[in-house]
């Protein structure tokens, strides 16, 4: 049961799904993939600020010597260290997705496309469902 979702849930970003994606769904699948190299960026740069930050305390509250320094150096230290180790493989796994959906999709929608899809919308002034098709031009 584990293996059989670990596997679906990484099947989003096979080369294979990107390829049969839609524009739309291309476009979704980029800004996920920015938005996690923007959180692995900001975490990779918070961590090691927070990780010096925090013995930067930690070594001169050995000279003063109140117990509020101890405290909070006591948190920016783990904060910092997780923060730099949850980072990293976000940035890295973002880029890469990134490269990965920019490849694809300059490489499918290069030139005009046409395409016809089935869409329906509500219609206020009749206060009902209508059908249609719409058709998208990508250039």
Same mark, same amino acid.
């Given at each position: 049961?584990?293996?059989?979702?670990?596997?679906?849930?990484?099947?989003?970003?096979?080369?294979?799904?990107?390829?049969?994606?839609?524009?739309?769904?291309?476009?979704?699948?980029?800004?996920?993939?920015?938005?996690?190299?923007?959180?692995?960026? #900001?975490?990779?740069? =918070? $961590?090691?600020?927070?990780? *010096?930050? &925090?013995?930067? %305390? @930690?070594?001169?509250?050995?000279?003063?010597?109140?117990?509020?320094?101890?405290?909070?150096?006591? #948190?920016?230290?783990? =904060? $910092?260290?997780?923060?730099? *180790?949850? &980072?990293?493989? %976000? @940035?890295?796994?973002?880029?890469?997705?990134?490269?990965?959906?920019?490849?694809?999709?300059?490489?499918?929608?290069?030139? =005009?496309?046409?395409?016809?899809?089935?869409?329906?919308?509500?219609?206020?002034?009749?206060?009902?469902?209508?059908?249609?098709?719409?058709?998208?031009?990508?250039?």
């Amino acid at each position: 049961m584990l293996l059989a979702f670990i596997c679906q849930s990484q099947g989003v970003y096979s080369k294979q799904k990107l390829e049969k994606a839609s524009q739309e769904d291309l476009n979704l699948y980029l800004n996920k993939a920015k938005k996690t190299r923007k959180t692995g960026t #900001i975490m990779t740069i =918070v $961590g090691p600020i927070a990780f *010096v930050g &925090g013995g930067a %305390l @930690l070594m001169d509250s050995f000279h003063m010597g109140p117990e509020a320094e101890i405290t909070a150096a006591e #948190i920016l230290i783990p =904060v $910092g260290f997780f923060s730099t *180790v949850v &980072g990293l493989p %976000l @940035l890295i796994t973002g880029s890469s997705r990134v490269k990965k959906i920019n490849r694809i999709k300059n490489a499918k929608f290069n030139g =005009v496309t046409m395409e016809f899809a089935p869409c329906n919308f509500y219609n206020c002034q009749a206060h009902n469902q209508q059908y249609g098709v719409t058709f998208r031009v990508s250039f």
